[in-house]
């Protein structure tokens, strides 16, 4: 890695050398107190956006109550982060920037919603998801409403074409699912199937955020662009680290079963390099994956998957993956003018790669 | 009545009369010669509608499919009608208009596609459904393409307010659908719940293409206005006459069974009438809609729940709903100037009310 965090943000290096304790699920302090100093630091900023998500409309209908469910749920609020700081680098986080910061969260947490109900998802962030209370139909609809509570507050920040651009961002997300589903219950086609549906699913809108940011800040085109590239590759790194996570997590600490992805149909980096390099291997993932939806991987079966991948280089390829794109994300801010904003940006970087989930 | 089509759109008078011929699924001819004169007149703006409809982008993608295969069963372009006649009664249907009502079919077909998967569906205009080609999820994401889609086009018309009434729009309709979601498998608040409902599902789209085809052919704000009232009313009309046909109709005229709404758990006007009427009624509907979904009702009780629902007059009101409605969406023309275009709209309201489905 070219850069590391300031002391500003307590990012100890090298960080990213600690992934593999990480995906054992121990070790974990140091991620914790490092969003803490970056919360902290953003304060008053990132606490209205929290205000506002907790006040979005709310009525006796049940799917507002789905929607209200996911956004009382929390999360780590990392996309509001990159709008804040990308506009804390120009004029400031101002009412337009808060519009959008709230607006990237809240289209993030309605892809949760549909993708909880594709999945038939029974958990989500530690607790029963909105549609196991609320039902797959309100689901739906609080997906639909929230996005369309989201493109709201972009219209209203009125700057030029972050609609069109959120559209698109949009659009890209839906045609990463259709890839995703196409290739349900098969192997696919390797790693360029996989790196679309992580751009399209997860990089775009990081990508989005930070440009959204970037033009409430009124900054230049050039480091506009350079924000642009440093949400792509973060976001990239950020599903890798996920990645990862499925196959070295462990429930307790990460919420979710080894070998999840796979238990619903999906494969991950490590298992697409791995099933390429190994065809054993790959035979046994197809002949999972054509099996019928709600039949459960047995726990033997997945220590036997998980090593396998293992003794390929599945988790060197993907940490290696991890590791890249928080390099190139981390390049892309040397445009940016060194700073606070700068060194929370690198302190993003290292906190979403290297965490328990 | 107050007002009857002019002969040029072949509107023989009285027309609502005949809706109880209609909703026995006899003599149908006079509607689709109608519709038929209607779109020889709108000719090529029409067509060039279609035209585009046809040619969204295509790909390999299932969830393109599965949005391509919905607009393929065609439809009545009723509300692309309503844009192309609105904007003819000011500056002439141009790309502003194309683009809008291209938007405003692509936004109904994806309530389509989601109402589909809600409810289960099977068939859909006389064919296999979406959902039952390529899947729910499929389908549950090639209905946010088209939103997506749509709202594309209405930016790319940019006339000043027209997304931000979309948005507003889709969110009556997504609350519309929650009251519906919140009341299957029980009678629900009787007519204020159902009102609320069509005027969010139904009335609040007819009442955007009036305005959007309005806006683009660069009415005044009263004329705007007054069509937006008419496409309110002739949107209550038009789903009054549905629930006549799911009483009334047969499944060789209308392409679905006698009681389909109930048969998923939801109230139609008559059935909303005559269970507050007859009290033994709303009892043995409130035991159907409280049954496990697909299990399905038995023709003779059909039958029976038929006659009630008849014997107490649910059929009537709805007719006079459905009268009352188009009569004010007739008054509401008279702001506009007499010409082609005003008989063109009246001809609209009577092939809504008086039609096959």
């Not at 509001?80 to 120009?90: Q, R, S």
Request: proline share 3%.
């Amino acid at each position: 890695m070219s850069q590391s965090a300031q002391p500003t943000f307590a990012a100890p290096a090298p960080l990213l050398g600690r992934i593999a304790d990480v995906c054992r699920g121990r070790g974990l302090a140091g991620l914790a107190d490092r969003l803490g100093a970056l919360r902290e630091w953003l304060g008053d900023e990132l606490a209205s956006v929290e205000r506002e998500l907790s006040s979005l409309p709310e009525g006796p209908r049940v799917v507002q109550a789905s929607a209200r469910h996911l956004l009382d749920l929390g999360g780590k609020h990392l996309r509001p982060m990159c709008v804040a700081i990308a506009a804390k680098i120009g004029t400031g986080f101002g009412e337009q920037a808060r519009q959008l910061a709230v607006a990237v969260e809240l289209v993030h947490s309605a892809t949760l919603l549909h993708d909880d109900v594709i999945d038939g998802g029974d958990t989500r962030r530690g607790s029963p998801a909105a549609r196991a209370i609320y039902g797959n139909a309100a689901s739906i609809y609080a997906g639909d409403w929230l996005l369309v509570e989201a493109l709201r507050r972009i219209r209203r920040a009125g700057i030029e074409g972050l609609v069109d651009d959120m559209l698109a961002v949009i659009e890209e997300m839906i045609l990463a699912e259709s890839i995703q589903l196409e290739n349900r219950g098969r192997l696919g086609d390797g790693v360029s199937d996989y790196m679309r549906v992580v751009e399209g699913k997860t990089a775009s809108l990081f990508r989005w955020a930070m440009r959204a940011g970037g033009r409430a800040g009124g900054l230049s085109e050039d480091h506009t662009d350079a924000l642009e590239r440093f949400g792509f590759h973060l976001g990239v790194a950020f599903q890798a680290v996920d990645d990862l996570l499925d196959l070295g997590g462990d429930a307790s600490a990460t919420g979710k079963d080894v070998l999840s992805d796979l238990r619903e149909g999906k494969m991950t980096y490590p298992l697409v390099v791995a099933a390429a390099r190994d065809s054993a291997l790959a035979a046994r993932l197809e002949a999972h994956l054509e099996r019928p939806d709600g039949e459960d991987l047995a726990a033997s079966e997945a220590a036997e998957i998980s090593a396998l991948v293992k003794a390929s280089g599945g988790l060197e390829a993907c940490r290696e993956l991890a590791e890249s794109r928080a390099d190139e994300a981390l390049k892309a801010l040397s445009a940016i003018p060194d700073g606070a904003e700068r060194r929370a940006l690198a302190a993003v970087v290292h906190a979403s790669i290297d965490r328990e989930r």
